[in-house]
């Protein structure tokens, strides 16, 4: 059975950084891109950041770039997420995803396995 588990939210202060950790029970976890999506209470799910299977091809949603930078350490079967400048507005649940897509997919429908979420709040 696939198990995403997503660790390391918390209350942290504007400006602040947290790191997400998201280990994965797939026995093939190089060959699966890897996404990072977040929702506000009230709000869709969007899109933060997605790497390759390799992690070459990256992608990052515009309202995080220069400030998020998500990894992945294939070795442990874990996928990373570095969050810097944390802005209140970045206040979430996030969650990790896993797909067989050959590249980075930003839409939520492309990913077949998602983990529970842990929620980062950010305090002005």
């Known amino acids: 059975q696939v198990q995403l588990v997503e660790s390391g939210g918390g209350l942290v202060q504007a400006g602040g950084s947290l790191r997400l950790s998201c280990a994965a029970s797939?026995?093939?976890?190089?060959?699966?891109?890897m996404g990072w999506f977040r929702q506000a209470p009230g709000k869709e799910r969007e899109f933060v950041a997605a790497?390759?299977?390799?992690?070459?091809?990256?992608s990052y949603a515009d309202s995080v770039k220069g400030r998020f930078t998500i990894s992945r350490d294939n070795a442990k079967n874990t996928v990373y997420l570095q969050m810097n400048s944390l802005k209140p507005e970045d206040t979430a649940a996030y969650y990790c995803a896993a797909t067989l897509a050959l590249m980075v997919p930003t839409t939520t429908t492309r990913y077949s396995y998602w983990g529970q979420g842990t929620m980062v709040t950010v305090s002005s």
């Open positions: 790497i390759s299977r390799s992690g070459g091809p990256i």
């Open positions: 797939l026995r093939t976890f190089s060959t699966y891109a």
